[in-house]
């Protein structure tokens, strides 16, 4: 042994240091029951639900083999049936100021890629990322052969 680990050993009270640290247990999340059904999703839980919905429809595509359109619509249905209410997550998405100015700007400039997108609007990419993340999520967008974010109606 090194004489600092020895040193470390006979120090008072060495020995009597807990293991590990106290924390308070984390909240059980049940994954797509996670966010309230009903419509009641409070506005500060859009993100949270958009989140986990992300997760849901890149678990599918990748560990699934789906296409991301087939993914992101079973995963709907997926919360359909635990009793949320897919629209109101979606109409909450929808309305996020980022998503309106991102949709708004597809409608002015044509069919765009996140970083081009970004750059029109002045945005870092990840803000424009998520704004299309919203609207894709609210079935607004769908992306073209190319990969450019493209109005749906």
Avoid at 4 to 25: C, R, V
Avoid at 36 to 59: C, F, H, K, T, W
Wanted: glycine content about 10%.
């Amino acid at each position: 042994m090194t004489r600092w680990l020895d040193a470390a050993k006979q120090a008072t009270g060495a020995g009597n240091l807990p293991k590990q640290p106290k924390q308070p247990p984390a909240p059980e999340v049940n994954s797509v029951n996670s966010v309230l059904s009903g419509g009641g999703i409070p506005p500060d839980a859009a993100d949270d639900a958009l989140n986990r919905y992300e997760e849901r429809a890149a678990i599918r595509e990748y560990d699934g083999a789906q296409a991301r359109a087939e993914a992101e619509a079973a995963t709907i249905e997926t919360a359909r049936a635990a009793g949320m209410a897919p629209d109101a997550l979606q109409a909450l998405w929808a309305a996020h100021p980022d998503a309106a100015a991102y949709l708004a700007m597809l409608h002015r400039s044509g069919p765009q890629t996140c970083g081009a997108a970004g750059s029109i609007l002045g945005w870092g990419a990840t803000r424009a990322w998520q704004a299309e993340a919203r609207l894709r999520a609210a079935g607004l967008v769908r992306f073209d052969e190319p990969g450019r974010a493209v109005p749906c109606q």
